[in-house]
């Protein structure tokens, strides 16, 4: 089985989506965006807010399984389990990278 290389803003967004919402605000640039489930979080203190609310309703894990880069945007291919409906499911994650942080991303299916 090959090791998956992971650019460093992703392999660190994904230990801190481990930790907390401070640590995974941190990954982001100041104006950040995550876009997920229809709805935009804009900058660290929205991000902050999103993983909070997101870590008291959902408890999962994340398994990342392929990345290519299309466009000037890594796109991540993740195996996700955990105690939400349609457990488990298979995420895209777009990243658009800036001066070794993360100016936004986008959660789909």
């Given at each position: 089985m090959s090791v998956l290389t992971l650019p460093d803003?992703?392999?660190a967004y994904l230990?801190?989506?481990t930790q907390g919402?401070?640590?995974?605000?941190?990954c982001f640039t100041l104006q950040g965006v995550v876009k997920d489930?229809?709805?935009s979080h804009i900058g660290r203190d929205a991000i902050k807010a999103w993983k909070r609310e997101s870590s008291t309703l959902y408890t999962y894990t994340t398994e990342p399984f392929s990345?290519?880069?299309i466009?000037?945007?890594?796109?991540?291919?993740?195996?996700v389990a955990g105690?939400?409906?349609g457990s488990p499911i298979d995420l895209k994650l777009r990243f658009r990278l800036e001066r070794d942080?993360?100016?936004s991303l986008e959660i789909t299916v």
């Open positions: 803003p992703i392999a230990a801190a989506d919402p401070d640590d995974l605000a941190r489930k229809g709805e990345v290519e880069l466009d000037g945007i890594h796109v991540g291919y993740c195996h105690s939400f409906a942080l993360i100016a």
